[in-house]
Every structure is written in structure tokens, then in C-alpha cells.
Nanobody, 125 residues
Framework: QVQLVESGGGLVQAGGSLRLSCAAS????????MGWFRQAPGKEREFVAV????????DYTDAVKGRFAISRDNAKNTVYLQMNSLKPEDTALYYC??????????????????WGKGTLVTVSP
């Protein structure tokens, strides 16, 4: 069992930056791919970014490429999402997720093994 706790959300003006953190506990962190999803009001949850167990392989949804960066620190059991040049359309509840299968993040069915409870990001115009 893996517990995930997100932090770092908040209110920021368009063009600003935030860094989200997700701390994992309860099981060995290293074998898991880690990633972020988001859900805006009235919309379905969507994939944002994923990083493999070693931190060497990443994927992003097209909407955030060049603006967001995912990374992980296995010594701290933590994954990060650095969000720059934020836009109002980035406003959403951001969820951290973990799974041993990397492609589970981009498969489209959001069938991940473990989820956090989310942290809210609000970007004002």
C-alpha cells in the first residue's frame, strides 16, 4: 500500500509559477512510476505528466509541454511538478498518482493503483 500526500497548491496570477510536491509513504518508492493528473470544474480528470522510477524518462500532455517539469527525489520519496508560465486554463485540482506500470499514466483510462487526495491550483487572469 502506498499513501500519497500532495502539497504546494494555491492562488497565483497568470504567468506565475508554483511547485507541487507529492510525498509517498507506506511502500518502497523506487519501483513506481509517479505522475500528476488534474481535474478542472465540470471536466474529466486528465493526465498531466509522468516520470519513471529512475527519473530518466518523462512524458507530458501537449498543453503543458515547455511550461511544466516533473522530477523525483527517491531519497526523499517525493515527486515534484514545477509549473511555470501558468495560465487560467491550468486551474484545477491536481492529483498525484503512482503505479508500477509507466504506460498506465498515458493509457487514457486513468486506472492507476494509488492516488492522493489532490491540491488545488487556481490561476487568476
Amino acid at each position: 500500500q502506498v499513501q500519497l500526500v500532495e502539497s504546494g497548491g494555491g492562488l497565483v496570477q497568470a504567468g506565475g509559477s508554483l511547485r507541487l510536491s507529492c510525498a509517498a509513504s507506506g511502500h518502497t518508492f523506487n519501483p513506481y512510476a509517479m505522475g500528476w493528473f488534474r481535474q478542472a470544474p465540470g471536466k474529466e480528470r486528465e493526465f498531466v505528466a509522468v516520470v519513471n522510477w529512475s527519473g530518466e524518462v518523462t512524458d507530458y500532455t501537449d498543453a503543458v509541454k515547455g511550461r511544466f517539469a516533473i522530477s523525483r527525489d527517491n531519497a526523499k520519496n517525493t515527486v515534484y511538478l514545477q509549473m511555470n508560465s501558468l495560465k487560467p486554463e491550468d486551474t484545477a485540482l491536481y492529483y498525484c498518482a503512482a503505479d508500477v506500470v509507466y504506460r498506465a499514466f498515458t493509457g487514457g483510462d486513468n486506472a492507476l493503483s494509488y492516488w492522493g487526495k489532490g491540491t488545488l491550483v487556481t490561476v487568476s487572469p
